[in-house]
T-cell receptor
């Protein structure tokens, strides 16, 4: 069966520090991968979308970047964190190949910027 | 901007009662999904209903889709304490053949003992 791992679960970082959040998927090949951010009491905002290694689509202009160095690995990064980067970050995957595919989520990383 | 809007924003009911949440959207879609999120956790996919379907069931869940009214409803029958969570509808972000979806702000459901 497929599983998705996301870490760390919580992270407290000072303003201006770098960031690296990692997400890996097991039990499937060529998944579509997603990074979302969720503000408190709000829906999810899609940040990045990837259909394959090295293929990243940025959905909103921001201070963050994403990379996919391996088929089932998705990394969210920042060189210098801002206060506005605080939030709940969720990684998800769906089977590649088109529409009508449910997404499967990790348990998220709660990021607090001080 | 959000494609789907859930209603109500929050709902509290007694255990054993039925809970109904609604989702309205703006543009034509070919499918709509419902997800559940327990506090501090990731989202869990519940049901996907296609535009040519009017109703779909999964256990205690019943989802309807009315494309003429651009609305969907999620009914949870015989609610349990474990149903306490936020529920989101999600619709395709674009008309392109990809899997990007956009989520509403959710309905927070609280089941009272």
């Amino acid at each position: 069966s497929q599983t998705i791992h996301q870490w760390p679960a919580t992270l407290v970082q000072p303003v201006g520090s770098p960031l690296s959040l990692e997400c890996t998927v097991e039990g499937t090949s060529n998944p579509n991968l997603y990074w979302y951010r969720q503000a408190a009491g709000r829906g999810l905002q899609l940040l990045f979308y990837s259909v394959g290694i090295g293929q990243i689509s940025s959905e909103v202009p921001q201070n963050l970047s994403a990379s996919r160095p391996q088929d089932r690995q998705f990394i969210l990064s920042s060189k210098k964190l801002l206060l506005s980067d605080s939030g709940f970050y969720l990684c998800a995957w769906s089977p590649g190949g088109g529409q009508n595919q449910p997404q499967h989520f990790g348990d998220g990383t709660r990021l607090s910027i001080l | 901007s959000q494609q789907g809007e859930e209603d109500p924003q929050a709902l509290s009911i007694q255990e054993g009662e039925n809970a109904t949440m609604n989702c309205s959207y703006k543009t034509s879609i070919n499918n709509l999904q419902w997800y559940r999120q327990n506090s501090g956790r990731g989202l869990v996919h519940l049901i996907l209903i296609r535009s040519n379907e009017r109703e779909k069931h999964s256990g205690r869940l019943r989802v309807t889709l009315d494309t003429s009214k651009k609305s969907s409803s999620l009914l949870i029958t015989a609610s349990r304490a474990a149903d306490t969570a936020s529920y989101f509808c999600a619709t395709p972000l674009t008309a392109n053949r990809d899997d990007k979806i956009i989520f509403g702000k959710g309905t927070r459901l609280h089941i009272l003992p």
